[in-house]
């Protein structure tokens, strides 16, 4: 009743504080960041490591078990799963919660140092990841052309790639599907055997003869001039003219013993846009960024694109942010028909329109105030920051 009192009592003061919530919560509104679900950390590690051309049980005996065997003994681990394809291993790690992922991290780490000696040679370093909702796409794109496939995956690598990356908020562009191009050298083995030449022989004098060598530096009076031996190939020609060995006087190039083609690496899954071979592309996004503002600018820019590069057509093909506007939408809506159901009702009961307006006025004042409750980065000190004012020094007696 006091409260009540000194409220009515007080106006300017009143109308004061409501304006300086309405101000709060309308900022607080503007900066709150839109996504779908909500920023969860869950307590699960995934380790991932590729070694092409093995089999599931290669891949399980060589790369998975030991994994395994080495971070079930990190402490918290409660639980480890694996699958084992073709070419991949996957070791996921579940941690119970509460656990500080940045100090399990750093102890897997320390665990995958010590058994990476005993993976093959050929097999990547397993790379590890924290489980993120927001490394999810927020948008994904089909790219479709009347272009040769090859020409078109170069042309999103090289020109389209950058200019998505770049927007404000988009953490990376993951290109999946369409040809990459690759150099198919098939070997004779007829030819090898009657020349003597080993499989070793032939990759140790490709991969010698495709490097750029520093030659150090040459002075030149007060000038000093960096030299280099550029050797990497540029032409079929040139690499089919490496020479491999030499045979009673005769030297042994590489396309006496091989076919060379400029080809594509192997198909290995396939991707149609509206009926047509294409290739996939996904926008995921910062963590902590606006998803609908990130997609919103993703898409003004491949606006640009399809403009700028008319041989190429990217159309959305998934796009999150439609579904939080919607869902947004839904709720706002739902907001303002129960308002205004509950100042009806209070119309019904009260039989008076002065106390109607007053507390109708409140409904939406208290509804603008949550909102600088919930911004991340709200508007009271913390405690570290309260104990260094002077009300706080003087609080503590100091």
Do not use: C
Not at 36 to 48: E, H, W
Not at 130 to 159: E, H
Not at 322 to 344: C, H, M, P, Q, T
């Amino acid at each position: 009743m006091k409260l009540s009192q000194f409220a009515v009592d007080r106006p300017i003061f009143t109308s004061m504080i409501a304006l300086i919530v309405i101000l709060l919560g309308a900022v607080s509104l503007i900066r709150l960041p839109i996504d779908l679900m909500p920023d969860i950390t869950y307590p699960t590690l995934s380790i991932r490591t590729n070694y092409a051309d093995a089999g599931p049980e290669e891949i399980e005996e060589l790369i998975t078990r030991p994994l395994e065997e080495a971070v079930s003994a990190v402490p918290g681990v409660e639980e480890v799963t694996s699958v084992s394809t073709e070419g991949s291993s996957s070791v996921r790690v579940t941690f119970g919660w509460g656990t500080d992922l940045d100090v399990a991290a750093n102890d897997i780490r320390d665990r995958l140092d010590r058994v990476i000696s005993r993976l093959p040679d050929e097999a990547d370093r397993p790379t590890l990841r924290k489980f993120d909702l927001a490394a999810f796409p927020v948008l994904i794109l089909g790219a479709s052309s009347n272009l040769d496939p090859i020409q078109m995956r170069k042309i999103i690598d090289d020109q389209v790639k950058y200019r998505i990356e770049r927007i404000p908020g988009v953490a990376s562009l993951d290109v999946w599907g369409g040809f990459s191009r690759e150099i198919h050298v098939d070997l004779h083995l007829d030819r090898m055997k009657a020349l003597g030449v080993s499989l070793d022989q032939i990759l140790s004098r490709i991969q010698t003869g495709n490097v750029n060598v520093p030659a150090g530096p040459l002075e030149r009076g007060n000038l000093e001039v960096l030299v280099r031996t550029p050797g990497e190939y540029t032409s079929l020609e040139e690499l089919g003219s490496t020479v491999i060995a030499v045979r009673e006087g005769a030297v042994v190039q590489l396309k006496d013993m091989a076919d060379i083609k400029d080809s594509h690496q192997k198909l290995t899954r396939i991707i149609r846009i509206n009926g047509k071979p294409g290739v996939r592309l996904a926008v995921n996004k910062q963590s902590g960024t606006n998803t609908v503002a990130v997609a919103k600018e993703a898409l003004r820019e491949i606006q640009k694109i399809n403009r700028d590069i008319p041989q190429l057509n990217l159309t959305p093909i998934i796009d999150t942010s439609d579904y939080i506007r919607r869902s947004i939408k839904n709720v706002g809506l739902a907001a303002i028909f129960g308002g205004v159901l509950a100042i009806v009702v209070l119309l019904f009961f009260l039989q008076s329109i002065r106390s109607t307006v007053i507390i109708g006025t409140a409904i939406p004042i208290s509804i603008i105030a949550t909102f600088a409750l919930i911004y991340p980065q709200r508007f009271y000190f913390k405690p570290d920051d309260f104990r260094r004012t002077s009300l706080g020094r003087w609080y503590a007696g100091g």
